[in-house]
């Protein structure tokens, strides 16, 4: 029976044996070109990855978080700033949470972990375990991938990034604990350390003050009127997070730009500086704020007041590499902090995938696959068995004997 639709004779049943021998040429030409098509591949593995496992490896007083999958492939995360004791305990029960899912869904095991538990969310715990946890699961990906973990965030913005400390960029710590004194010796203490770091680093090089929340409003505002001469960059960390009125006052009374963010936590903390109008730069911690994830959105929301990023980072080159990823990745970054000495200790045992130009203050951006961190657990365990550090509670005062914040 002729098939309706043949009005030239030719059935249907004709043409799909046509087909057959030339759509098998297709199909094998197809294969030949799917096994060259990296992005099928990609899918491919992409879908089938799983989180089989997560060792945790206490180092003195950080975690590091080694996330396994059931292709080879490992994730390390870094777990910064908390009782070492209670992060590592937190990871491994969050390890619950992750078990079997697949580790490219990023965004989707962030919220699922983040709001788990409604009244866990949001705190320094939960945000800096999350953020380790987060920096494995983006190494995991850009490996899969084969890319450094800037080119999953959009790819570069810049080809260098700028960064301090180096001979031409510098902060200036409070050099102490301040009484709320106002005394003419305590500010000349700071103005002169302002004053020598500028004559050091020249016209063309850049101061900044990191009052650290040790310097008391009052005596940042008279400390802010003595230093103008010596064009610092900024002020970072005017007052301690939890009262934006705080940050309002002193913006209005203080001519110099004003950072902050440190010790703040997700999108949520940060909006009101830039909702208010009262910080000039934010400084999110990529092992605090929640993560690779949550410092891009960070930026994302920064870049619509117009307010460029200056990273905090004291972490050691793991952490780092996570921050200077996103610090490529996005549009408005003004300067990137290291930490020499969390670089050198972290440095015994693992690479750092990135260099400083310390003429220029410069650095080049991480080389992947992922985070490009390889980690020497052999020389860890070594670091980790090392008796002369213990984790210690801070325990600052000021002379009276009341507590002080620093
Ligand atoms: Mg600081």
């Keep these: 029976m002729r098939d309706a639709s043949s009005a030239d004779g030719f059935t249907r049943r004709d043409l799909l044996g046509a087909m057959g021998a030339a759509g098998g040429m297709m199909l094998v030409q197809h294969a030949v070109a799917q096994e060259k098509n990296p992005a099928a591949q990609v899918a491919d593995s992409a879908s089938s990855i799983r989180i089989t496992g997560m060792k945790t490896h206490r180092v003195q007083h950080k975690v590091y978080l080694e996330m396994l999958t059931n292709q080879k492939i490992t994730g390390w995360g870094e777990v910064s700033a908390l009782v070492p004791t209670a992060a590592e305990e937190l990871s491994k029960s969050l390890f619950e949470l992750l078990d079997g899912e697949n580790p490219t869904r990023i965004e989707h095991l962030w919220q699922k972990l983040y709001r788990a538990h409604r009244d866990m969310r949001g705190g320094p715990f939960m945000c ?3 953020a380790g946890i987060d920096m494995a699961l ?3 990906t850009g490996k ?3 890319v450094p973990v800037h080119r999953l965030l959009g790819g570069p913005c810049r080809d260098k990034i700028r960064v301090y400390p180096t001979s031409k960029a510098h902060k200036v710590p409070p050099h102490g604990i301040y009484p709320h004194s106002g005394n003419p010796n305590e500010i000349e203490r700071m103005v002169n350390a302002i004053k020598q770091t500028r004559e050091r680093v020249g016209p063309d090089g850049t101061v900044m003050f990191d009052a650290h929340c040790a310097v008391p409003p009052a005596t940042l505002i008279q400390l802010a009127a003595a230093v103008k001469p010596y064009d610092v960059l900024f002020f970072e960390e005017v007052a301690v997070p939890g009262n934006i009125e705080v940050f309002k006052r002193l913006k209005a009374q203080i001519s110099i730009p ?8 997700t999108i949520w903390e940060f909006i009101p500086y830039l909702h208010e109008g009262c910080i000039d730069i934010l400084q999110p911690d990529v092992a605090h704020c929640g993560g690779i994830t949550q410092m891009k959105k960070i930026a994302v929301l920064a870049e619509a007041y117009h307010v460029p990023l200056a990273p905090h980072c004291t ?10 990823s996103v610090a490529a990745s996005i549009p408005f970054l003004l300067i990137h902090e290291t ?18 130009d310390d003429k220029t203050s410069y650095a080049t951006l991480p080389e992947g696959p992922g985070l490009g961190v390889q980690i020497d657990i052999e020389k860890l365990k070594q670091i980790a068995a090392d008796p002369k550090y213990k984790w210690a509670w801070p325990r600052l005062t000021l002379p009276d004997g009341s507590v002080t914040d620093y």
């Excluded at 969390?342 to 750092?352: A, D, I, T, V």
Aim: net charge negative.
């Design 258 to 265: 004003m950072a902050t963010g440190e010790r703040d936590h």
């Design 128 to 130: 800096h375990t999350l």
């Design 144 to 146: 899969l991938w084969g």
């Design 315 to 324: 972490t050691s080159p793991l952490g780092a590499t996570a921050s200077l």
């Design 138 to 140: 983006w190494d995991i």
């Design 339 to 356: 930490a020499p000495g969390s670089l050198q200790w972290g440095e015994q045992f693992m690479n750092r995938p990135w260099t400083v």
